[in-house]
T-cell receptor
Framework: AQSVTQPDIHITVSEGASLELRCNYS??????LFWYVQSPGQGLQLLLK??????LVQGIKGFEAEFKRSQSSFNLRKPSVHWSDAAEYFC???????????FGTGTSLTVIP | DGGITQSPKYLFRKEGQNVTLSCEQN?????MYWYRQDPGQGLRLIYY???????QKGDIAEGYSVSREKKESFPLTVTSAQKNPTAFYLC????????????FGAGSRLTVL
């Protein structure tokens, strides 16, 4: 069965520090992978996606993620966090048949000045 | 600009009442989805539809109903049979062809008094 695991429920970083949010997935075929960000009381905004090709993908707001097939991971990174990055982050897997999407439980990011 | 409109943003309901959440998209997307979001539980799929007049249950369909009479619209009714309806509800849509990305609405928060 397909599943997505985000092992960190909550992360706190200082402004200007680097960030890495972890995501592991379980899917039998090559997955489509996504990272979304959600501000309180809002919908989800796409940060970046991986469909195929280069395993290091760039997204909006200076975020990047790397697909590692051997580790079934798709970790999100940012070299220098800004206070405005405080939000909830969701990793998701999309199936290449059937248009199904599976989400992790999210990681809440707090940025301290 | 194209997007997904959810209404109302906030809704209060007395126990025993049915309520309907609206979701309209002008993206010409074929597939539409309803998710429920609770703190610490990520997004859980309620219903989805890939074509007009057809829809499928997701993981937590009990106590909910939907219709898809038009491609642009996918309303969700939260019935009195839903035991714990207080939650944040998110509507999303995507194309059916190729590698696709879910686009989300801004969400509707339902509170049962």
């Amino acid at each position: 069965a397909q599943s997505v695991t985000q092992p960190d429920i909550h992360i706190t970083v200082s402004e200007g520090a680097s960030l890495e949010l972890r995501c592991n997935y379980s899917y039998g075929a090559t997955p489509y992978l996504f990272w979304y960000v959600q501000s309180p009381g809002q919908g989800l905004q796409l940060l970046l996606k991986y469909f195929s090709g280069d395993t290091l993908v760039q997204g909006i707001k200076g975020f990047e993620a790397e697909f590692k097939r051997s580790q079934s991971s798709f970790n999100l990174r940012k070299p220098s966090v800004h206070w405005s990055d405080a939000a909830e982050y969701f990793c998701a897997v999309g199936t290449n048949t059937g248009n199904q999407f599976y989400f992790g439980t999210g990681t809440s990011l707090t940025v301290i000045p | 600009d194209g997007g997904i409109t959810q209404s109302p943003k906030y809704l209060f309901r007395k126990e025993g009442q049915n309520v309907t959440l609206s979701c309209e998209q002008n993206l010409n997307h074929d597939a539409m989805y309803w998710y429920r979001q609770d703190p610490g539980q990520g997004l859980r799929l309620i219903y989805y539809s890939q074509i007009v007049n057809d829809f499928q249950k997701g993981d937590i369909a009990e106590g909910y109903s939907v219709s898809r009479e038009k491609k642009e619209s996918f309303p969700l009714t939260v019935t009195s049979a839903q035991k714990n309806p207080t939650a944040f509800y998110l509507c999303a849509s995507t194309r059916l062809s190729g590698a696709n990305v879910l686009t989300f609405g801004a969400g509707s928060r339902l509170t049962v008094l």
